[in-house]
Nanobody
Framework: QVQLVESGGGLVQAGDSLSLSCAASGRYFSRHVLAWFRQAPGKTREFLSSISWREHADYASSVEGRFIISRDNVKNTTYLQMNNLKPENTAVYYC????????????????WGQGTQVSVSS
């Protein structure tokens, strides 16, 4: 079992930036693919970005150029730097881990954190 704990969410204004963190522990391997998804009320869980252990990154078109994913394999932590946030970005942000290279589907990931709430006011 892999444990993933997201943190860094909060209430910000439109145009602000925010950085999220996700710490992995338990039966976690450094070669796991790590990703970020978000889910707004009444909507499906949406892929945002993924990163391999060698730091090859993939981005959804909705966030490319605005969000940046990174990872620290010593700290077993992945980060999501979010810039120019918009009210429609309000959602719970999740950090999953899996073995599918550059997977973009929920089913590609085996382990999920509890999520962290990001609220963006207009």
């Amino acid at each position: 079992q892999v444990q993933l704990v997201e943190s860094g969410g909060g209430l910000v204004q439109a145009g602000d930036s925010l950085s999220l963190s996700c710490a992995a522990s338990g039966r976690y391997f450094s070669r796991h693919v790590l990703a970020w998804f978000r889910q707004a009320p009444g909507k499906t869980r949406e892929f945002l970005s993924s990163i391999s252990w060698r730091e090859h990154a993939d981005y959804a078109s909705s966030v490319e150029g605005r969000f940046i994913i990174s990872r620290d394999n010593v700290k077993n932590t992945t980060y999501l730097q979010m810039n120019n946030l918009k009210p429609e970005n309000t959602a719970v942000y999740y950090c999953p881990a899996g073995w599918t290279s550059l997977g973009r589907n929920v089913a590609d990931y085996d382990y999920w954190g509890q999520g962290t709430q990001v609220s963006v006011s207009s």
